[in-house]
RNA sequence: GGUGGGGUGGCUGAGCGGUUGAAAGCGGCAGUCUUGAAAACUGUUGCGGGGAGUUCUCCCCGCCCUGGGUUCGAAUCCCAGCCCCACCGCCA
């Protein structure tokens, strides 16, 4: 969330922030029942005061043993108008930390104003396979190799779930085994390994909730969500913490499979494995100090784009504008990777800096080495990258003509030197 | 799931209705000593909000798991919830 005395101060600046994400709020509600706290905080601090002066003169003639009868007395109605102003006050407080929540990260001011179709393609990498015959989809490919069984998935749970078989379960796990490792031993990533399942302050932590509820599946007689994206549980490892500035930057990546309701989208990308309910992703999650979050986030994209440059997959690198970022973030570049049967970009991987947004909603600090004073990190987080997708992008690009696939090289070695999947 | 015990500052831990924001110890920071370090000694050391002032202090309010309640007054008493520990039961 935004810092409430930010959003006094500049409120015209947050107006236009959210006018640039194409929402529209009441602001001018929210500050005005703000400073209407403010003024039932003073009243009610004042009393306060008056009431503690006279429990320490309660208290003192009470230990000489006077009487204390008629200041007690007195200090009834004092406690009652305390009372009252405390109710007020919790009554506004709800209110407001309604609103709160739901009000966006600003965007950053180098990324594009508008609507998707402002977003700017900022690089591509690679080069489109060109082929002499028609490339399939990978829908076909994965049917006629038997390595992906989408009708037995339906059975099992229902549409748009996927079931790997053989060459296809091992394929998978050959991809999160060497992300995972590339980026531990390249990259500096400590591995995570979180739980799949976490609470509801978890879930506000890092901004999925109040507002996206509808869109997490959700264990309604625990009160526990599966998780969106390893961004949730591996972010929240520091909630309600204060991190020591030496300690800092914190990398870590985690793979985890994420679960996404994605109500609404019915009709979208219904085959395959473009949108579906369940997949697996390696996630890179940074926690730095303020001032290096930009240059850390250049690192982060350069971390995923060498995931598909080593799997020498075409990709392009765009820089979203305002009205595609995500609710948490300030900045965010999409990874997307070329698929020769679909001749379409799929998105694979979104890296992001939230800036304090995360930090300040988990309560994410860390201390300075020069004053010991506390203040709010910067937390980023990276797809590196996500499974499904770059599953269909390899089996399209990799596909022969007589529909085998080719492995890619940097996968081979976790696959027993097989090179190919007929 | 059952029974019992417990949640206090960075940590250990005392307090169990009235100068207690909280003893003591550890840790951290600064100083003395030392060529330097260690040891010893001395001092200092929570977070959030608001105000006066303006780079240095001062004042006020809140915070002893969370949320309610009792009371002139709650870390301390009562109720509910969450979490932790021990034992029993169940179990991959």
Redesign the pocket.
Known sequence: ML???FIRENPELVKQALKNRNLKLDLDAFIKLDSQR?EI??K???L??K??????E???L??EKKD?KD???S??A??AE??QLE?EL?EIDVQLDKIILTIPNIPHLSIPVGDPTQNTVMRSWGEKRTFNFKPQTHIDLAQNLDIIDFNRATKITGSNFILYKGWGAKLERALINFMLDLHTSKHGYTEIFPPFLVNRASMLGTGQLPKLEEDMYKLKDDDLFLIPTAEVPVTNIFRDE?LDETKLPVYYTAYTACFRREAGTYGKDTRGLIRVHQFDKVEMVKFVKPEDSYTELEKLVANAEEVLQILDIPYRVLMLATQDLSFSAAKCYDLEAYASGLDKWLEVSSCSNFESFQARRANI?F?KKED????FVHTLNGSGIALARTMAAILENYQQEDGSILIPKALRGYLDGKDRIS
């Open positions: 810092d409430i005395k403010r905080l003073g009610l601090e004042d306060r005061a009431r503690n002066k006279a429990n320490d309660i208290s003192a009470l230990k204390a200041k007690i007395g200090m009834k004092v406690s305390i009372n109710n919790k204060i600090r201390r010991r004073k506390v203040d």
